[in-house]
């Protein structure tokens, strides 16, 4: 696990600190910043998000799909826990805490706004950081990509019909076109690009190159990309954060219960099935954790910068390491 992996939270403990202080310091001159928008899509941040997501994106190769027919079990299990379980889960979380346990500390329109960022990141399993989960608790490498490039796939269109849906549930109307703008922006262009590249790359410099050379010079793209992001959103939220904390640990609470649920869920799944440790590990994995990215990217373009559903999303990157660790630390311990 690398040096910044290893103390993500830390990074983004320090994010929160600056973009904090950044947000005090400028006041309404930073929010220039926020008016600079194509349609619901920030630039700004439309650009960073992009800086992250794609050298994940590019790392994909499309081609080992082909390696699921070894264990079409472990395959059904990551899509049924990540689209049939998890985002629904996630609303039922937030809809619990939000409206009803936490009615006397939240007004009823924050709380609609903490339930759709919940909802985002209910709706976008992990396609990142999963990779270094499964490292980490012995995960079969090739069939792990095998599950992170097909729950790609099918976040190409299962995404936007689901966040959708439970968002109209939730009494929360959202115009399709704005998800559809979204998702092709921080999605399917990214994924095409590095697709693009990843052929293209390894075809006219081998992969020898490409996994020693190209992609170490990408992280720190991606690391910058990450906290630079950080910092925009906490310069906005920073008077919602200072002028009341304890929402941070309300927002947390639900999102932590929901993580250990669903991993629990997947892992007694898995053995029920009789999958090996090298696969349940990692499908239990991708179904605990998210594409903070794009539910970050999403809830900004369709609430904006300094809004509650953003919070709750970036709230999500700063629990995901810890929880995610001590995931590892329990499927190292029950490893069969």
């Given at each position: ?18 973009g ?37 994106m ?27 379980i998890?985002?629904?889960t ?15 500390y ?18 976008a ?9 499964s ?8 069939y ?15 995404f ?27 999605v399917?262009l ?42 925009l ?28 649920l ?7 799944i ?67």
């Open positions: 696990m690398g040096f910044f992996e290893r103390y993500l939270t830390l990074w983004v403990g320090l994010c929160i600190i600056v904090i202080a950044i947000g005090q310091l400028t006041g309404d001159s930073i929010r220039v910043l926020s008016d600079l928008n194509i349609s619901t899509v920030n630039i700004p941040v439309a650009i960073l998000v992009w800086l992250m997501i794609y050298p994940m590019v790392q994909i190769d499309f081609s080992s799909i082909t390696k699921v027919g070894s264990n079409p079990k472990g395959l059904a299990l990551t899509l049924i826990i990540n689209w049939l998890k985002p629904f996630m609303a039922f979380f937030a809809w619990i805490f939000f409206d009803k346990l936490y009615a006397a939240l007004t009823p329109e924050l709380a609609q706004e903490y339930i759709a960022g919940a909802i985002l990141l209910g709706a399993p992990c396609t990142a950081m999963v990779f270094v989960w490292y980490l608790t012995d995960g079969d490498a090739g792990t990509l095998v599950q992170v490039a097909i729950n790609d796939l099918v976040l190409l269109i299962a936007i019909p689901i966040v959708k849906f439970l968002l109209g549930v939730t009494n929360i109307e959202i115009p399709f076109d704005a998800l559809l703008s979204s998702v092709v922006i921080f399917v990214p994924l095409a690009a590095g697709f693009l590249s990843n052929r293209v790359l390894i075809k006219s410099k081998g992969e020898k190159w490409f996994q020693t050379v190209f992609l170490p010079k990408l992280k720190p793209v991606s690391i910058v990309a990450l906290l630079t992001t950080l910092v959103l906490f310069a906005f939220q920073g008077e919602k954060i200072l002028a009341s904390p304890f929402n941070i640990l309300l927002i947390a609470i639900p999102l932590t219960i929901q993580t250990y669903i991993f629990f869920l997947a892992w007694w898995g053995k029920g099935l009789k999958l090996p440790h090298c696969i349940c590990s990692p499908a239990s994995m991708i179904g605990a954790s998210n594409f903070f990215e794009l539910a970050v990217a999403v809830a900004i373009a369709l609430f904006g910068l300094n809004s509650g559903a953003a919070l709750v999303t970036v709230v999500g990157v700063l629990i995901e390491v810890p929880v995610m660790l001590s995931l590892v630390k329990i499927s190292n311990k029950w490893k069969y």
